[in-house]
């Protein structure tokens, strides 16, 4: 064999290892590159003579900006971007959580878990480890909560 077709050969196989690790992994963005390498790899073995000349880099090229863009618009709708969702103390205002440490009143060392956060926490009575707990007000990064009766 001649070594366009030993490199054609080289540029398929590495072509289908990048799909196989795109397809175990997805949004690696190996899909580009994997199909650029498995485009080059069947012009060579096709077109023999015209893998080791000045158009390949050329034709990887013309194959890879177009490649790009479609993988781009193809990532873009299987996950739109979305804003980054952020919680603020505002939004906690009657949420459930569940005490982790004791939450007396006048302090704000109590603690208490709401939507798998921990929050500083005080209340107008004493509320123990465990109970569920209502926020009714907020404040910074501290929030106001009463037990929830069972």
Not at 81 to 88: G, K, L, S
Not at 104 to 123: E, F, L, Q, Y
Request: charged fraction near 15%; aromatic fraction near 4%; glycine fraction near 8%.
């Amino acid at each position: 064999m001649s070594l366009a077709t030993d490199l054609s050969l080289v540029f398929i196989v590495i072509g289908v290892l990048m799909l196989l690790l795109e397809l175990s992994q997805p949004g690696s963005f190996l899909l580009v590159p994997a199909t650029v390498l498995l485009a080059l790899g069947g012009i060579g073995l096709v077109f023999p003579d015209l893998l080791l000349t000045v158009w390949s880099p050329i034709i990887a090229v013309i194959i890879l900006v177009p490649t790009t863009l479609l993988t781009i618009k193809l990532y873009q709708r299987l996950a739109p971007p979305a804003p980054p969702q952020t919680t603020v103390a505002t939004s906690l205002i009657g949420m459930d959580g569940v005490v982790e440490v004791e939450v007396v009143p006048g302090s704000i060392r109590g603690k208490v878990r709401i939507a798998n956060v921990t929050w500083s926490a005080t209340s107008e009575t004493p509320i123990s480890v465990g109970k569920r707990v209502k926020v009714v007000r907020s404040e910074g990064v501290h929030v106001t909560v009463e037990a929830i009766s069972d």
